[in-house]
């Protein structure tokens, strides 16, 4: 028998999953982790809010701040600072919360994670996996449902993957996270 579930719960339980098989798994993304301002919560270990969609719920009080962080509104800067975490040895795995965001970050991705490893001779590798809503059905307005994965099929360096159902997000997203490229999904 087929389980049915929404897309949130699938990636849910992907990051869940990737996060208790890897230590090194981390995520970072706005408002994921309880936000800025979280004295009201008791012991900083309550559940957050989970980001705009509340797909990290849940993770924060499992894994920890250290884990799951939460970032400023800088897209580029978590970006940035994500390539240099894989660089380093960590599975860093960013959302943005609407795939529109993304063009802000295009110097992390089209000239820094793309080209590590091919710059390196094919010792620098990036395990990133870039996560953001795209094509939003929700009515997010124009400036928050574009659907623009097409972009990064152009570049060479980047795996871009676009699930099609909740099952096959939850094991891409798995595959993604465990790929030593950086990957958009």
């Given at each position: 028998?087929?389980?049915e579930t929404l897309f949130m719960k699938a990636i849910n339980e992907g990051l ?61 800067g978590y970006l940035s600072a994500s390539v240099g975490m894989a660089l380093t ?55 928050h449902s574009q659907s623009l994965e097409s972009w990064f099929t152009h570049i ?30």
């Amino acid at each position: 028998m087929t389980r049915e579930t929404l897309f949130m719960k699938a990636i849910n339980e992907g990051l869940d999953q990737a996060m208790e098989r890897d230590e090194r798994v981390v995520l970072l993304g706005e408002d994921i982790s309880g936000g800025v301002n979280v004295e009201h919560l008791e012991n900083n270990n309550e559940d957050a809010w989970g980001g705009v969609m509340g797909i990290t719920r849940g993770l924060m009080p499992k894994y920890g701040r250290e884990r799951v962080i939460d970032t400023p509104i800088s897209e580029h800067g978590y970006l940035s600072a994500s390539v240099g975490m894989a660089l380093t040895g960590l599975r860093p795995v960013p959302e943005l919360m609407f795939n529109d965001f993304i063009g802000f970050c295009f110097d992390a991705l089209l000239r820094q994670a793309s080209k590590m490893r091919y710059m390196f001779g094919g010792k620098g590798q990036v395990p990133m996996t870039i996560r953001c809503a795209a094509g939003n059905g929700v009515g997010s307005a124009a400036q928050h449902s574009q659907s623009l994965e097409s972009w990064f099929t152009h570049i060479p360096g980047l795996k871009v993957v676009a699930p099609g159902t909740p099952a096959d997000m939850k094991g891409l997203l798995k595959s993604s996270i465990r790929d030593n490229n950086p990957v958009i999904i």
